[in-house]
């Protein structure tokens, strides 16, 4: 492989056509010039120079090298450039989060990147465990997730707080525990976990979300609320999935005595020294939330 200081040297060299010039402007003595000069011919076994005294001219050799060396050299000193910048409003990143936070933040990042049209937001919905292996993996930037991760790799920080709401059809006013026995649950993926947290700190009578009839499940955070606003059953979801909802009318939140929130954690993987549009993104995210 051609090294690129001789060549740097020799496209130099013929451009100014002085080698003491040349030597200035490289900030280099002449011997080095020359020296740069013959271990490039050495390695290409031709020569690129004509000597004639002081004076000298290329060979053709070196005149197909100079004409290709430059366009390469230039292609070198772009890519040196872009590599270090890091512009904070340009280029991709990747997010992963549970559907109800989803729900709030995508479209304010949208948002963002109308703002900022260099900026692309790469937005995917998915439980935690899914959120934990993409990070390690490095099939993501960022990741939110309500469970702290037990991979090393993975740093978590406390972010937000998302408050869990008891979610009836709307004929419901008052949810006493024989109402919500009569209702049934309405399952989701955090489905168990979520009303586990909610329903425990709330009603004595609650041991196990089992104890309910299962009337229906959905794995589609915007579609959980469909079979409770045609009064099928009850469910228990994040607050930013309950005021996505599109049919508030159809529905009535439900503000137990007992306030249960969710801790929304920020994870991103430890050595990664995040760029410049990361900071963006998270900076955005933390007014949002």
Request: glycine share 6%; proline share 6%; charged share 20%.
């Amino acid at each position: 492989m051609i090294n690129v200081t001789w060549l740097r040297t020799f496209c130099t060299l013929a451009e100014v056509g002085h080698f003491t010039r040349t030597a200035e402007r490289l900030y280099m003595t002449q011997s080095g010039v020359s020296q740069h000069i013959r271990k490039l011919e050495e390695q290409l076994d031709t020569d690129l120079l004509i000597r004639q005294g002081k004076q000298f001219s290329l060979t053709n050799a070196g005149e197909q090298l100079y004409r290709e060396a430059g366009e390469i050299l230039q292609r070198l000193s772009n890519l040196e450039q872009r590599i270090g910048e890091d512009p904070p409003y340009e280029g991709l990143v990747r997010l992963m989060s549970p559907g109800s936070v989803g729900l709030k933040l995508y479209p304010q990042l949208l948002t963002l990147q109308q703002q900022h049209p260099k900026l692309v937001i790469d937005y995917r919905f998915a439980p935690n465990a899914d959120i934990e292996q993409a990070l390690a993996n490095h099939e993501i930037d960022i990741g939110f997730m309500t469970d702290i991760s037990d991979d090393e790799t993975i740093s978590c920080k406390p972010m937000a707080q998302e408050a869990l709401i008891l979610v009836t059809p709307a004929t419901t006013v008052e949810p006493s525990w024989e109402q919500l026995m009569a209702l049934g649950f309405i399952d989701h993926p955090d489905g168990a976990h979520h009303a586990g947290m909610l329903l425990t700190a709330n009603y004595e009578q609650f041991q196990h979300i089992n104890d309910f009839e299962k009337k229906g499940f959905s794995n589609q955070i915007g579609l959980i609320l469909e079979p409770v606003s045609r009064g099928i059953g009850f469910t228990v979801l994040p607050a930013h999935a309950v005021a996505a909802y599109p049919k508030p009318e159809l529905i009535n939140s439900h503000h137990l005595p007992v306030a249960v929130s969710e801790t929304l954690y920020l994870a991103v993987r430890r050595q990664q020294a995040p760029a410049n549009r990361m900071h963006t993104v998270i900076n955005e995210v933390k007014k949002w939330l």
